[in-house]
């Protein structure tokens, strides 16, 4: 039974609520749970509304809610859970920061923790009801997390549907990669960082400047618009502004790396807690990729740069997982918590539906099996591996 002292309340941003209150609930390392980070999403693309849930003057939890998408990419439902059916055309109310891909519980560790998720839900879920929605979603949670906020309410379902790359940084960085690699990779990896020194690359850490900004704008644009990305030079300025003026770039350095005076890529990463996230790379396509220099700066010198500064895990997002994993990364896996406001999903189809999706990504890095973590153990079982 729910508790009757917890308060559920809504706020229309989270500037309703203090920084220092709000931080104290998010995990270390969970940058996008951040205040600052939610504060400069709502600079750049407008307030989204907060759900907080209190006992007595104490706020216990909190999420952000916001719209999704109705466009493929990675805010699109259809595309998560294909063979599980469900209301996946109509709209949902998403938890977490706006098109983040990695999200966390914003809640109190002590004893009402429990209590705190559950209402966290049953408010969400209201929230959708009134609001003409078919329910929540609360995508790219740790499986750890989505487990626990799934056993909050009886009706929801925790489904895969992504995976990160992730880093645990070693004491001497990409020395400890090197040395402890096994044959082929041991390999590669030296030839990388032998053939990045041979190129004559230079690389440099820096504070997000507003002159840097200008700088790095334009290749992070660039890049972007590679992949689909419609936002240009001004948008990106636009964020970095933000940033600025919540004080996220406090905590913001940027790698530059140039080739005979010209800059070639760029990397922007945050740091939360003991953490290092990679959030913004940029290339310019005209600067020769001999050397690898894209490896370098999106994995080899933020392994060096945390190690460096006694940070324990890194974060390198969603993409090009097997590139990740040939340099160090190990992957895992991201899962939504899914309740639906009139009915559940079937079990059976949710099961199968973990199960595949599992197969499938240990079918796609079979060579790289040590790199996948245990994480996926639990839906797809080794057979060669004996019970503990």
């Excluded at 990409?174 to 040395?179: G, M």
């Excluded at 599992?358 to 994480?375: E, I, P, Q, T, V």
Aim: hydrophobic share 40%.
């Amino acid at each position: 039974m729910l508790c009757t002292s917890i308060e559920t309340r809504r706020v229309e941003a989270v500037d309703a609520i203090g920084a220092v209150e709000w931080d104290d609930l998010v995990p270390p390392g969970e940058l996008f749970c951040s205040y600052a980070w939610l504060r400069h999403l709502d600079e750049v693309a407008g307030p989204h509304p907060v759900l907080t849930i209190s006992i007595g003057n104490r706020i216990t939890g909190a999420t952000a809610l916001w719209d999704g998408e109705q466009t493929p990419g990675l805010f699109h439902l259809p595309e998560f859970f294909p063979k599980v059916p469900g209301p996946w055309q109509r709209t949902f109310v998403w938890l977490g920061a706006r098109r983040s891909v990695r999200n966390g519980l914003i809640c109190t560790a002590g004893p009402q923790r429990s209590a705190t998720l559950a209402h966290l839900l049953a408010g969400s879920l209201d929230y959708a009801r009134e609001n003409g929605h078919v329910g929540v979603v609360m995508p790219y949670l740790p499986v750890s997390a989505a487990r626990e906020l799934g056993r909050a309410h009886p009706a929801a379902h925790v489904l895969l549907h992504a995976a990160e790359a992730t880093v645990a940084v070693p004491p001497r960085g990409t020395a400890d990669f090197v040395e402890h690699a096994g044959g082929h990779n041991r390999k590669r990896r030296l030839r990388e960082l032998r053939d990045f020194a041979a190129a004559d690359f230079t690389l440099e850490w820096v504070d997000l400047t507003v002159e840097i900004e200008a700088v790095i704008a334009p290749l992070i644009a660039a890049t972007r618009r590679r992949y689909g990305s419609g936002q240009g030079v001004a948008w990106m300025l636009g964020v970095f502004a933000a940033q600025r003026r919540v004080g996220l770039l406090d905590h913001a350095k940027v790698l530059l790396c140039h080739r005979n005076g010209r800059l070639a890529t760029v990397a922007v990463c945050y740091r939360h807690g003991d953490s290092l996230h990679g959030r913004y790379f940029g290339a310019d396509e005209a600067v020769s990729r001999d050397g690898y220099p894209y490896f370098v700066t999106t994995c080899y010198a933020p392994i060096d740069y945390a190690a460096h500064n006694g940070l324990s895990r890194l974060f390198l997002s969603t993409s090009a997982l097997e590139a990740k994993i040939r340099r160090g990364a190990t992957v895992e896996p991201l899962a939504a918590v899914v309740l639906l406001d009139d009915g559940e999903l079937d079990v059976e189809h949710v099961r199968a539906h973990n199960r595949d999706l599992a197969h499938g990504y240990r079918d796609r890095f079979s060579k790289y099996l040590s790199s996948l973590s245990r994480d996926w153990l639990d839906f797809c079982p080794d057979p060669n591996e004996r019970p503990a």
